[in-house]
């Protein structure tokens, strides 16, 4: 592993497919090949050598492979040679899988493969900032120009900590216009940010690409959620005048479980507890979006609301509830809410369940969305760790 650590610092991104089958070789494996989840978390595609073609993509849905990526644990497929997939994992975010074969599996190769997966996917992100390579395996289709700038500002769809976990989910991902997301860590705290612009084009995505700036902006300076909601008003306002922005802005404190948040004209969030969400625990008086300026809205209500452990808040743009099927039936809440409460109820990790309730939406609707959805969820834990990390690999499960 020493090896690896050395040469990852100079490889080209193309040599880490390379680099990572020498490793394995040495640490006596037969081969390693990684595996990216595609943007729509539909497939996952091989990462190519220098002189090899590009290789067949797998499923998500119904392969071993896709097993081990949805689930964050270690699979064996019992064959000669033995198959041992195992997720990669950057933080507690899933990026794609490691496929090792090896003659025979013995608990010192089990560690040498669980160590080569934890630094593959270590490399992979820290390249990923200075290479189009890692992108372009992971697209079935060309982005818009929407789309590429929304995504350039995304933050990665899923963090945490023993006290926290937040996922994001995010469609039509290479039509996107309005609709942006973002969490982040700071001094204890957890911050949610759901934006949806007005219209569904260039102009919609500059406009969300201003608010996550906005929001970040005024949050590294200290700024509180009205300084955040103000500083967003006032920029579409003076750069894009007459387009508006709704928006829910709140703060977690990871300590206590307080929960503040700015309702500017959003869905309101819900607060799933013990797998029911609680009625009208984050409804409140709405308020205007964003974008008329200073005169429309004065200043805005900071809620509060006190969460349990083990609560999850879920914050959605309009685009989830409306999606409508060929008869004009909407997904609406009721379906949203049994759906996230059921998979949770069945142990699935909070990503793996907005990427099938993302996928369902698609399904209602026939893969054509007519106007974005996003999802965050986000679960308070203090008592330590929950779903993401129980699923991270610490058995090992066979698939024939």
Not at 57 to 76: D, F, H, I, K, P
Not at 189 to 205: F, I, K, Q, S
């Amino acid at each position: 592993m020493a090896l690896f650590l050395e040469r990852s610092h100079t490889v080209s991104p193309l040599q880490v497919a390379q680099l990572v089958d020498e490793v394995a070789q040495r640490l006596g494996m037969v081969s390693a090949v990684v595996y990216l989840a595609d943007v729509q978390e539909d497939q996952l595609v091989p990462l190519p050598g220098p002189d090899d073609q590009e290789g067949t993509a797998l499923s998500v849905e119904g392969t071993v492979a896709g097993w081990a990526y949805r689930t964050m644990s270690l699979r064996l497929s019992r064959r000669q040679p033995l198959v041992v997939w195992l997720p990669l994992v950057d933080g507690i975010a899933r990026i794609g899988v490691l496929r090792v074969t090896a003659d025979e599996l013995t608990p010192a190769l089990l560690d040498g493969a669980r160590q080569l997966a934890a630094v593959a996917a270590l490399t992979v992100v820290s390249k990923s900032g200075f290479s189009d390579l890692f992108s372009r395996i992971s697209r079935q289709r060309p982005m818009t120009t929407a789309a590429e700038m929304v995504w350039a500002f995304l933050p990665p769809r899923t963090l945490g900590t023993d006290r926290v976990t937040s996922s994001a989910a995010l469609e039509p991902a290479y039509e996107v216009g309005g609709d942006a997301f973002d969490h982040g860590l700071d001094d204890g705290r957890l911050h949610l940010t759901v934006v949806d612009a007005m219209g569904h084009d260039l102009a919609a995505g500059l406009a969300s690409a201003v608010a996550l700036a906005g929001c970040r902006s005024t949050r590294r300076a200290g700024g509180t959620l009205s300084d955040i909601a103000d500083r967003i008003d006032a920029d579409l306002h003076r750069w894009r005048p007459g387009g508006l922005l709704t928006g829910v802005f709140a703060h977690l404190d990871l300590d206590t479980g307080r929960l503040a948040w700015i309702n500017a004209g959003h869905p309101p969030p819900l607060l799933i507890r013990a797998r029911h969400v609680v009625p009208g625990a984050l409804e409140a008086h709405g308020e205007l979006p964003l974008g008329l300026g200073p005169g429309y809205q004065p200043s805005r209500t900071v809620r509060q609301a006190q969460l349990a452990p083990g609560d999850r808040v879920l914050i959605h743009t309009d685009g989830v509830t409306e999606a409508r099927s060929a008869d004009g039936r909407p997904f609406g809440e009721d379906q949203l809410v049994d759906f996230v409460t059921r998979a949770l109820a069945a142990g699935e990790p909070a990503p793996e369940a907005l990427r099938r309730l993302i996928h369902a939406i698609l399904d209602h609707h026939h893969g054509r969305l007519q106007d974005d959805a996003t999802i965050v969820l986000a679960e308070w834990h203090p008592g330590g760790d929950t779903s993401p990390q129980e699923h991270t690999g610490a058995g090992l499960r066979s698939s024939h």
